[in-house]
């Protein structure tokens, strides 16, 4: 079975510093892995995506993941954060191929302070 | 890019009534699309799969019942939420599927009163 644990519930960053937020997966094979980010009242939106090609992976907004098979993590970085990242964050790990079924964390919500 | 329409985005309706919440594929086909339900502050739960052609298959502890799903075509799924209450209200989201990555609707709030 396939799980996903986001490690932090909340995390706060001055503006202009950087940013982690962490996730682990747990997948009995190679699995897809995605951050989106989802701001108040909206939908949600992707960041970034790991499909078995370069284990690091950029994506919008200065995003960027890593993939680290050895540590089953796949934490998200940016290196200066913006008040406009202010949102809450979801790792997301995909299901066997055919079934596209998605297993979300738990959620980070990144508070930027000024 | 592949694009998911849900309509309404939000929708207000009285305890005991049923609501219906659409999701269309605006650019592509889907044969499988997804229910998520959000409650505040909280990650998205997927509550069902909608196959086109076939019953909806609903995820442990979800009332089929209450929770009606129909797939009309390869590119619209509805879920109706039956006899609302007050518990039901929520952020619905749906997504459909094009290659290996799922593409998500906007998003509609329901609030029951």
């Known amino acids: 079975a396939q799980s996903v644990t986001q490690l932090d519930s909340h995390v706060s960053v001055s503006e202009g510093t950087p940013v982690l937020l962490r996730c682990n997966y747990s997948s009995s094979y190679s699995p897809s892995l995605f951050w989106y980010v989802q701001h108040p009242n909206k939908g949600l939106q992707l960041l970034l995506k790991?499909?078995?090609?370069?284990?690091l992976v950029k994506g919008i907004n200065g995003f960027e993941a890593e993939f680290k098979k050895s540590e089953t993590s796949f934490h998200l970085t940016k290196p200066s954060a913006h008040m406009s990242d202010a949102a809450e964050y979801f790792c997301?790990?995909?299901?066997?191929?055919?079934?596209?079924?998605?297993?979300f964390g738990t959620g980070t919500r990144l508070k930027v302070l000024a | 890019g592949a694009v998911v329409s849900q309509h309404p985005s939000r929708v207000i309706c009285k305890s005991g009534t049923s609501v219906k919440i659409e999701c269309r594929s605006l650019d592509f086909q889907a044969t499988t699309m997804f229910w998520y339900r959000q409650f505040p502050k909280k990650s998205l739960m997927l509550m069902a799969t909608s196959n086109e052609g076939s019953k909806a298959t609903y995820e442990q502890g979800v009332e089929k019942d209450k929770f009606l799903i129909n797939h009309a075509s390869l590119t619209l799924s509805t879920l109706t939420v039956t006899s609302a209450h007050p518990e039901d209200s929520s952020f619905y989201i749906c997504?459909?599927?094009?290659?290996?990555?799922?593409?998500f609707g906007p998003g509609t709030r329901l609030t029951v009163t």
């Open positions: 997301v790990v995909s299901a066997p191929s055919g079934t596209y079924k998605y297993i």
């Open positions: 790991y499909t078995s090609a370069a284990t």
């Open positions: 997504s459909a599927p094009l290659g290996y990555e799922q593409y």
